[in-house]
DNA sequence: ATTAAGATACCGTCTGGACGGTTTGTCAAG
DNA sequence: CTTGACAAACCGTCCAGACGGTATCTTAAT
């Protein structure tokens, strides 16, 4: 017993990784793998250990919504500081994103998360001020229906990279994309 | 006691009850409100007689799958039949079904099924073999970049009006449609 | 036409386990 | 010596599924 209290405290390290375990149970059995024993023992913390970080499960989804809209917003504008033309810049941006993260190591994070808000009406609420706000903010430039259906096809590509339903290669990828973008600029 | 021992036996609709009822149930309450005893007893039916029908709880949502599934087929190739044109009539007897079903009373029953597909990992692998059974099937007429995109921005409208993001007016719905069926005769 | 013999369609209860959360205890760092 | 960072045991609830029964239906031999 107490073998986890002799090593050195690492209280950011172990957050971050019970997020990263979360995610990652969530991508592998479902949102109904992440129950707090699954998560608290693979990260190698007990329960209350986990329920220290995070008061309720409830606390802990949050904790990845807060984490991967940040990554996401900034990334966004970053990509949006590169972009000349003004119209359409936000939706270039999170076109970017979205065939970014198909491909990398953080696109887990996002499918978890896109899985999680489908089920949480708590966490689909959350997603729907986040699209509110950036709407919002962006309705001069990106509000246009070439704008809307250029994301929308981003979304459903993001889609069935999650369900891996559909095999799209690289070309065909890129071919897509370039499509989108003059769909943006319209 | 015994009291609906006594009904006449139906089989069958007692089946389609509670297949309704489940469906109805995962709409109001999410998919953790789907609990055997939930669905049995909205259905006027013990438990007992609930696993008589679906021996698990997997068959009950296997069940659901099937008969949604079953009815999109339906509606997709009756909307094929009306359509002169072979490249690309998948495709846009998926759209039809898409924007149809964002509006109808139907629509619910796939929203529910939708959600409950990115949660379970059984039920995904079911989607991705509909799936390419489909792509197979039309691969000769359906497999352009255009169509492809088409059905992906399909998806993505589709996954707005679920997760109630974005508010899509009715004209700028049917220019989307349009411009999306152009997409498909690429 | 009757009826015995199964098959089918249920009912009602029980249980074992999982899960979210609480409480109490312990150690170590400041 | 106080406080933050955990551990470990425990609690109440909920839920999937098993089980043993009973009532209705079907079939087929008489």
Not at 40 to 45: D, E, F, K, R
Not at 55 to 73: E, R
Not at 149 to 177: C, E, N, Y
């Amino acid at each position: 017993m107490s073998l986890a209290h002799h090593r050195r405290k690492q209280p950011e390290l172990v957050r971050q990784q019970l997020l990263e375990v979360a995610a990652r149970l969530s991508l592998e059995q479902g949102v109904a793998g992440v129950t707090l024993d699954a998560v608290s023992q693979a990260a190698g913390v007990s329960k209350g250990g986990l329920l220290h970080h995070f008061p309720n499960k409830m606390a802990l989804l949050d904790g990845l919504f807060d984490d991967l809209t940040g990554k996401l917003d900034r990334t966004i504008e970053q990509e949006m500081r590169s972009d000349p033309v003004a119209h359409g810049r936000f939706t270039r941006a999170y076109l970017s994103c979205v065939f970014a993260m198909t491909d990398e190591t953080d696109a887990q994070g996002w499918q978890v998360l896109t899985i999680a808000l489908l089920s949480e009406p708590q966490l689909r609420a959350r997603w729907r001020l986040w699209v509110a706000d950036h709407a919002d903010e962006f309705v001069g430039t990106d509000s246009s229906a070439g704008c809307l259906l250029a994301r929308f096809a981003a979304d459903g590509l993001w889609l069935a990279d999650i369900l891996k339903s559909h095999d799209v290669d690289q070309p065909t990828r890129q071919a897509m994309r370039a499509h989108l973008i003059a769909l943006s600029l319209q």
